[in-house]
């Protein structure tokens, strides 16, 4: 059974990604794990931590948080309706990247689906703070999924490459999974700077040619672009429903992502973007 983390803060954005991720999966069994993660004021204050007042204020948030997450599993059982899913709500007095670390390695958790936030009134801003530091911190995949995007089969997928990838990532299955789930095609996309591929990069684009050969796959080479670039030019061409990035210490995705506005990105905003941890940052 698939275990999949879905945090909520109860909002359009987060109810949205919920709805996608039960429709991606919906004829796999799964474990779907509803998390809301809550700090009081009088806590963040600080000075009536201890206080009676304090400690009421907490139960009634608690509530009304346990309230809030009843409807939104009532909402999505009226929706779908489907005995491959399972349900637990999981609300918890702790930093949301925290939690979602614990539950990541007390659970075993597989996929983490959440919302972007924070893009209002900025388009530019690539992903909200919590999933940006949700993809920084914890080692397990997260599909961003975008504000307002209605649910289309991932039938396209972009996973653009520099080959430096590991072959024993063990999430690299995930994009193969999904792939099947959807009799997709896998578009791998290599931006090309003027230099050839050395030795190590030929033998991983050879790898990933025999670990894809039963899913449709087709490599792709950008010249004279940088990958932002890139990505730009094949969504213009091509109807892409997914975008899927490794992402490395070192690489293009480093710069790319944490940078604090890239109006370059306004088109990686429109689709869900699955972003899988590298071997090197599960090792860390």
């Known amino acids: 059974m698939k275990r999949i983390l879905l945090p909520t803060d109860f909002s359009d954005n987060a109810l949205n990604a919920i709805r996608y991720a039960v429709q991606l999966f919906r004829n796999t069994s799964c474990e779907f794990y509803l998390l809301h993660t809550y700090t009081p004021a009088a806590y963040v204050v600080g000075s009536m931590a201890d206080s009676y007042s304090a400690l009421e204020l907490q139960k009634i948030t608690r509530q009304n948080a346990e309230r809030s997450m009843d409807e939104v599993e009532e909402t999505i059982r009226a929706e779908f309706n489907n005995r491959n899913h399972h349900f637990k709500k999981i609300v918890t007095f702790n930093m949301l990247v925290h939690e979602i670390e614990d539950m990541v390695a007390d659970k075993g958790i597989d996929l983490i689906v959440m919302g972007t936030q924070g893009a209002t009134g900025a388009q530019e801003v690539?992903?909200?703070?919590?999933?940006?530091y949700t993809i920084k911190k914890v080692k397990c995949p997260v599909i961003a999924v975008p504000s307002g995007f209605g649910y289309e089969p991932p039938k396209e997928i972009l996973f653009p490459t520099d080959f430096r990838l590991s072959k024993v990532n063990p999430y690299l299955s995930l994009i193969r999974e999904i792939c099947d789930l959807q009799a997709a095609r896998l578009n791998i996309l290599n931006a090309y700077y003027g230099e050839p591929l050395d030795d190590e990069q030929k033998e991983m684009k050879a790898y990933l040619d025999g670990y894809f050969e039963d899913n449709a796959h087709l490599f792709h080479i950008a010249e004279n672009t940088d990958v932002v670039g890139a990505i730009e030019k094949f969504q213009l061409k091509n109807k892409i429903n997914l975008l899927v990035m490794i992402h490395n210490?070192?690489?293009?995705?480093?710069?790319?992502?944490?940078?604090?506005?890239?109006?370059?990105?306004?088109?990686?905003?429109?689709?869900?973007?699955?972003?899988?941890p590298s071997e090197e940052r599960l090792m860390h």
């Open 249 to 276: 210490r070192h690489n293009f995705f480093e710069n790319l992502l944490f940078k604090p506005v890239i109006n370059q990105i306004v088109y990686h905003t429109n689709i869900p973007f699955l972003v899988i």
């Open 126 to 132: 690539l992903l909200g703070s919590h999933t940006m």
